[in-house]
């Protein structure tokens, strides 16, 4: 299983990106996909997870201002971040687990700065 994500980058308070994460070695469209990110000097948290089914959930610091969602058809989940805050910035990382197994991509930085 290998997870691998893009879209990081600057962007200035208030603005918008979206990060992507690829999935291979996994049936896509049956698993739950994940986001965490993890701010300079702190640990690691969950942004939110989307189902199978396309159902998404979020963390109660990017509800209203992030989505999460999928394409089965190209194995990716998405991350819309509108609204960004200085305190989004942060290394975003995918995950999902596999009969148990925890698989992460390799992060993606994301820094919200003027």
């Known amino acids: 299983v290998q997870l691998v994500e893009s879209g990081g980058g600057l962007v200035q308070p208030g603005g918008s990106l979206r990060l992507s994460c690829v999935a291979s070695?996994?049936?896509?469209?049956?698993?739950?996909m994940g986001w965490f990110r993890q701010p300079p000097g702190k640990e690691r948290e969950l942004v939110g997870g989307?189902?199978?089914?396309?159902?998404?959930n979020y963390g109660d610091s990017v509800k209203g201002r992030f989505t999460i969602s999928r394409d089965n058809a190209k194995n990716t989940v998405y991350l819309q971040m509108n609204s960004l805050k200085p305190e989004d910035t942060a290394v975003y990382y995918c995950?999902?687990?596999?009969?148990?197994?925890?698989?992460w991509g390799e992060g993606t930085l994301v820094t919200v700065s003027s």
């Open positions: 070695g996994i049936t896509f469209s049956s698993i739950t």
């Open positions: 989307i189902l199978d089914s396309g159902s998404a």
């Open positions: 995950y999902t687990k596999h009969f148990g197994i925890d698989y």
